[in-house]
């Protein structure tokens, strides 16, 4: 049984959803990525030093299980090779792009928990992240996927019974 789960993908593939499912399931703990980029506060988010989001990491990595999503590459590659089991979250376009606005009108409406300030800036900046991550970052993930025993590519949950 895994014990050490790594979830990347484009912003609106699921990543959150999914590693809440598993954690539920498998009892362990999970955790964002933006969470140790970001310190949240309700007067607006601070971003990290390299040396509180490097130690916030090995925080958790040095758990005995964990379950971390983000789509964070770079500064996070001990995360893929410190789990048991990576999931590639990929969705079609459209079905990111539904999940972006939904999310977005969610939580302008109140209806949805954001852990960021819903403005329409950051909305603007999740297609420009998923733009990039259809462009560039998604061929480096395919990279790091292939080197790698334990890693599968997945549409969503349902294909792994979640």
């Not at 990347?8 to 999914?18: A, H």
């Not at 964990?66 to 001990?78: D, P």
């Not at 789990?83 to 972006?100: E, G, K, T």
Request: aromatic share 10%; glycine share 6%.
């Amino acid at each position: 049984m895994a014990t050490k789960i790594r979830i990347v993908g484009s912003v609106g593939s699921g990543k959150t959803t999914l590693a809440r499912k598993l954690a539920l399931q498998k009892g362990i703990s999970m955790y964002s990525l933006d969470d140790v980029v970001w310190s949240r506060s309700t007067i607006g988010d601070c971003r990290n030093s390299e040396e509180l989001r490097d130690a916030k990491l090995q925080a958790i990595l040095s758990e005995p299980s964990w379950i971390i999503e983000g789509a964070h590459l770079g500064w996070s590659l001990k995360t893929f090779e410190e789990a048991d089991q990576i999931l590639f979250l990929h969705p079609s376009l459209s079905v990111r792009i539904y999940r972006i606005s939904r999310r977005f009108i969610q939580q302008k409406r109140g209806i949805e928990h954001a852990s960021y300030t819903p403005t329409w800036k950051m909305y603007s900046r999740m297609f420009k992240w998923t733009y990039q991550y259809e462009t560039i970052y998604k061929k480096q993930v395919r990279a790091i996927l292939k080197n790698s025993k334990n890693a599968i590519e997945i549409r969503d949950g349902s294909e792994l019974g979640v």
